[in-house]
């Protein structure tokens, strides 16, 4: 008998997702976010991911993020954590779990600033 899934822990964690909207500016493709809507979801950093490239030891800043599943959060879109104000990427594509349009799963980078 199949088990069905059940989230780990309760959605008490506020997000903005940030759906982006593309622009052509002087002909490239130019994407900006805006905040959409609140949503609820479980947040879980772990302390982020180790990595070593080239001898430099780094952590990078991730999480594990499972929440309602909704066809508008994709890969290309954006969370904005409400209590820190860090801003996150999804990374790959988002797990429509069991297929059941119920609950989803993703792993998400946090944005640094930059140039």
């Given at each position: ?27 490239v493709d130019t994407k900006t976010f805006t905040d959409e809507e ?7 950093s772990f302390g982020g991911t180790e990595q070593t490239t080239n ?61």
């Amino acid at each position: 008998m199949r088990r069905r899934f059940v989230p780990s822990t309760p959605f008490s964690t506020p997000v903005m997702l940030m759906i982006p909207t593309y622009t052509k500016v002087k002909g490239v493709d130019t994407k900006t976010f805006t905040d959409e809507e609140r949503i609820n979801c479980s947040f879980k950093s772990f302390g982020g991911t180790e990595q070593t490239t080239n001898d430099l030891y780094t952590v990078i800043d991730t999480a594990y993020v499972e929440t309602w599943y909704r066809p508008d959060i994709k890969s290309d879109c954006r969370i904005r954590v409400m209590e820190t104000g860090k801003v996150y990427e999804i990374l790959g594509e988002v797990e429509n779990i069991d297929m059941r349009n119920q609950f989803a799963k993703f792993k998400v980078r946090a944005v640094k600033g930059g140039a």
